[in-house]
């Protein structure tokens, strides 16, 4: 026993148990099997780009763990939350899924290194900007780094996380086969362009040897965002297409309209 106390070691894990482990086990909510789900309506949180890189599934599942975890864990902290993994281990990635979603990077330090993560939370955090998390998941030696982190960070704006992301090798494009022939690049400039974040943009076409410009000049068109029209018009020459002009107009964006109007710009199709 003199042992045992004399081990700050022992001791310390002996008493992270005595305070509250009772009280966790009791809430209704810890012993509810939670179960991931696999709905076709997402309601209002889904979207085309949020779909594909599984945000919208992701944060419907997380949704009503939450509910309960999020006032439970700010009142028991980090240490409570430990607690809980430990005595209830089928809660360990619910607890890992809120940490990444809310950027929590102290709860994420605190859960074990070995923790299972997806792709679809490396694109959550990137797509939150949540970057000491994507350190952290990093320097676990996270799978799943790829293309789709990079495009949605580019697509909210966030500059910091794009060019960590960049300068550690993450992809940032992807080129397919089309059916009829020929390849097609969808890459993060294009996002960024989506978005009319222009910072990100302009930094992205000067770091990226693979890109698509006429894509992203589309979709610049395509959400009037006439800032980052003008600097891609103005660095590559490349214009609209006629398509993307018919979805500018239908959509009212007389700003671009005006533009290219003044500047003599005439759409084509490449």
Known sequence: ????????????????????????????????Q???????????????????WGISAFEYDLFHFQVHFGPWYACHGVDGAKRL????????????DHSVRHGDANLLAALPANTYTTPTMINVAAYYGHLRVLQLLMGN????????????????GHMHVVQWL???????????????GGTFT??????????GHLDVVMYLFGVQT???????????????????????YRATRHVCSTNALEFAQ?????????????????????
């Not at 410009?213 to 980052?228: C, D, E, P, R």
């Open 1 to 32: 026993m003199l042992t045992v106390v004399t081990s700050s070691d022992l001791l310390r894990t002996i008493c992270a148990y005595q305070v509250g482990v009772y009280d966790i086990c009791r809430e209704p909510w810890v012993a509810k």
């Open 34 to 52: 939670w179960a991931r789900t696999k709905a076709a309506d997402l309601g209002a949180s889904s979207s085309f780009h949020r779909d594909s």
């Open 85 to 96: 993994v430990a005595c209830k281990p089928a809660l360990l990635s619910w607890v890992l």
């Open 141 to 156: 030696q996270a799978p799943g780094f790829s293309s789709a982190a990079v495009h949605a960070a580019a697509y909210r």
């Open 166 to 180: 960049v300068a550690r090798g993450v992809r940032y494009a992807e080129t397919y086969t089309c059916l009829l």
């Open 186 to 195: 969808v890459d993060a400039m294009g996002f960024a362009a989506e978005a």
């Open 210 to 232: 693979l890109r698509n410009v006429s894509l992203a000049i589309n979709k610049a068109a395509v959400q009037g965002h006439v800032h980052v029209f003008d600097f891609l």
């Open 250 to 270: 239908r959509r009212g964006h007389t700003e671009l309209l005006a533009y290219l109007a003044a500047h003599h710009i005439e759409a084509r199709d490449q």
